[in-house]
């Protein structure tokens, strides 16, 4: 079965820089599209930053020139590197996997603070 697996998280002062890394396994089909959502209190979960298989990326207005996203392929892994870091980017960062077909994979969450 598919798991996702997210480490990195941490408490940053503002300015500061973190990296998260995602692990995708158990998947004989290669994954469509991986990519980092936040989630905040009282807030729906929301897209962070995507990337595809072929390369492509989205990126959420509020982190465009901050947030790079990088994929490997061949290793099933996304790495969300975040610079700039505001304290509004406080929340906790989920990795997802999509498959062509079927629902979402997610991780268990990381939680990133940021202090001003």
């Known amino acids: 079965q598919v798991q996702v697996v997210e480490s990195g998280g941490g408490l940053v002062q503002a300015g500061g820089s973190l990296r998260l890394s995602c692990t995708a396994s158990?998947?004989?089909?290669?994954?469509?599209?991986m990519g980092w959502y936040r989630h905040f209190p009282d807030k729906q979960r929301e897209l962070v930053a995507s990337?595809?298989?072929?390369?492509?990326?989205n990126y959420a207005d509020s982190v465009k020139g901050r947030f790079t996203i990088y994929r490997d392929n061949a290793k099933n892994t996304v790495d969300l590197q975040m610079n700039s870091l505001k304290p509004e980017d406080t929340a906790i960062y989920y990795c997802?996997?999509?498959?062509?077909?079927?629902?979402?994979?997610w991780g268990q969450g990381t939680l990133v603070a940021v202090s001003s």
């Open positions: 990337i595809t298989s072929g390369g492509s990326e």
């Open positions: 997802n996997a999509r498959l062509s077909w079927g629902s979402p994979y």
């Open positions: 158990g998947s004989i089909a290669p994954f469509n599209t």
